[in-house]
């Protein structure tokens, strides 16, 4: 056995980790002074640490394993696929096989509008490619002008320059110089933005946000709109049903792409396949990822319209772009078996009918807590917000802390969910049972009571 596979040691694995392993949105200094938890196995919806804690995973790893960790259709497809073909591009007329099953497959459960696909490795890849394949449309349409797109505030869409620009998160905004075309909106966040109105006034309000930038900078200017159906790593901003059915009329009205971006919310977790279908639009082009293979592997990519794709096929050369593991036929294999899963079981259908209003019922029961302003879910994705006043929504301590001391205090009690400021976020598992939900309410509910005590509300 290596030196490598040797180290089960926590002090070891920790001590490497803190020297030479730099993470993803991690203040780096701080990471390398305090170090972190040691994850080494997954079983069902909890996973455990290097010293064998067991931990409800409430945000499904990030946001992805909708089907848990115990998937043994998903690994054998996997394995199987590794022993015939590990891998293949789709380059220069190229293709594999297991990226044409998934393709279909993909098809096959999308809107029927959606009939083609393009593939990348995750979500900001993604909606890398989405940029450029509206700004080839519209030159091929002869409307070069048309390369602005519009996005919101609070959205998050990935973290390459290019889509971190389509992000609408100013601390990420603060450590880089983002592209010019990109513009923000208001986000439909109504218990932070809604003041007086109604949830149905202010829908209507945010909506037309969209048609005042479109005037401000100018129709034949703005190539798409892209947006979350429900604002993910933004803090669950779950929108009033007036929302989407008004962007959607401003967006065929003003000649304007609508993306939908489904990393988060696609295959399942809004009680739908898409969240575009829970909320009854009609989007151009549809960013998916994570769950597409329940994590298990590296895909992601665009649903394309046939109105999209046929200006596409009116181009003349190379649509130049491209990954190297574009259609990686292991990782289709990992996404062909995930959605026989979903489909053969029908995980989606039964959790929509059962467990997911359950679960939205319980988490919005958490709105009588004393330090709870405002409880919302749809599905299996929710959000509460933290106020030490449920009236003025005064926040519990400056900079968040509030947030951060009940999501940790929420780790000790056996549940991950996730601080995003103020706002605790939680999306477990589709597949959970309603005593597993009874029991992620109860980690919560002791969590809130030790924050609440922490700032001495009772």
Not at 396 to 417: F, T, W
Request: overall charge negative; charged content about 20%.
């Amino acid at each position: 056995m290596s030196k490598i596979n040797q180290l089960n040691n926590t002090a070891e694995l920790r001590a490497l980790d803190q020297a030479h392993h730099m993470h993803p949105f991690t203040d780096m200094g701080d990471y390398q002074n305090k170090g972190g938890r040691i994850v080494t196995r997954g079983e069902h919806i909890y996973f455990y640490d290097s010293e064998d804690n067991q931990v409800l995973d409430g945000m499904s790893g990030l946001w992805c394993c909708n089907l848990g960790y115990s998937q043994p259709k998903i690994v054998e497809a996997i394995h199987e696929q590794l022993q015939v073909l590990p891998f293949y591009n789709n380059f220069f007329q190229c293709s594999n096989d297991m990226a044409v099953k998934m393709a279909k497959a993909l098809i096959d459960v999308t809107p029927d509008h959606l009939n083609h696909v393009f593939f990348t490795n995750s979500g900001s890849e993604a909606n890398d490619t989405n940029i450029k394949l509206v700004h080839r449309y519209y030159k091929i349409l002869g409307k070069p002008e048309k390369k602005h797109f519009i996005a919101r505030n609070n959205g998050y869409h990935g973290s390459t320059v290019a889509s971190s620009s389509l992000t609408g998160m100013k601390f990420m905004h603060d450590q880089y110089t983002g592209i010019e075309y990109v513009h923000h909106i208001q986000q439909p966040h109504f218990f932070s933005e809604g003041g007086d109105l109604t949830p149905e006034e202010f829908g209507i309000q945010a909506a037309r946000e969209l048609e005042k930038k479109i005037h401000e900078i100018g129709e034949d200017k703005i190539a798409a709109f892209i947006a979350e159906p429900i604002q993910g790593a933004g803090g669950v901003i779950i929108p009033p049903d007036t929302y989407w059915p008004e962007i959607q009329r401003i967006c065929n009205e003003h000649d304007i792409l609508l993306i939908s971006d489904e990393v988060i919310c696609g295959f399942g977790r809004t009680g739908n396949w898409f969240g575009c279908e829970t909320y009854g639009f009609k989007p151009d082009l549809m960013t998916f990822a994570k769950a597409v293979t329940n994590g298990f592997q590296a895909l992601g990519g665009v649903m394309i319209s046939d109105k999209v794709a046929d200006v596409l096929a009116q181009g003349k050369g190379d649509f130049a772009h491209g990954m190297t593991y574009s259609g990686h036929p292991v990782a289709c294999a990992a996404g062909v078996a995930t959605l026989e899963v979903l489909k053969s079981q029908r995980i989606i259908e039964n959790m929509s009918q059962d467990v997911g209003p359950y679960f939205e019922k319980r988490w919005k029961s958490l709105a009588d807590h004393p330090i709870v302003g405002e409880a919302r879910a749809k599905n299996m994705i929710a959000a509460i917000e933290l106020v030490k006043n449920k009236e003025t929504k005064e926040r519990l301590a400056p900079d968040s802390a509030g947030g951060m001391a009940c999501r940790n205090q929420a780790i000790k009690e056996g549940l991950l969910v996730r601080a995003v400021g103020d706002a605790m976020v939680c999306a477990p598992p589709i597949i959970s049972n309603k005593q597993e939900v009874d029991s992620i309410i109860e980690r919560m509910t002791r969590a809130l009571d030790f924050t609440a005590s922490l700032y001495g509300i009772k």
